[in-house]
């Protein structure tokens, strides 16, 4: 089954490693370690939601081609750019 929104290669790998992180950080052990007087298990949830925005937005400014500029800071949009890559033959 063909999926509707295709993943790229950098998106499926982002996806894979928040899901690794995710199962690494609910380990069991992790919640009875301490370090820096707070359990490890909630310096590796607060990792968790500090990267996996960060990650998130960088993998979307990737796919877009625009390095960081949207259509309203001048870069053009993904649509239009699509469009304008197609000739006519």
């Not at 499926?12 to 950080?25: K, P």
């Amino acid at each position: 089954m063909k999926s509707f929104f295709p993943l790229r290669r950098g998106e499926g790998a982002t996806l894979v490693f928040l899901i690794a992180f995710s199962a690494f950080a609910f380990i069991p052990q992790w919640r009875t370690i301490e370090a820096g007087g707070m359990a490890v298990f909630g310096w590796l949830i607060a990792a968790l939601m500090l990267v996996s925005p960060a990650l998130a937005l960088v993998t979307i400014l990737r796919r877009d081609g625009t390095g960081g500029a949207g259509a309203a800071a001048g870069g053009a949009a993904p649509d239009a750019a699509a469009e304008d890559d197609r000739g006519d033959a």
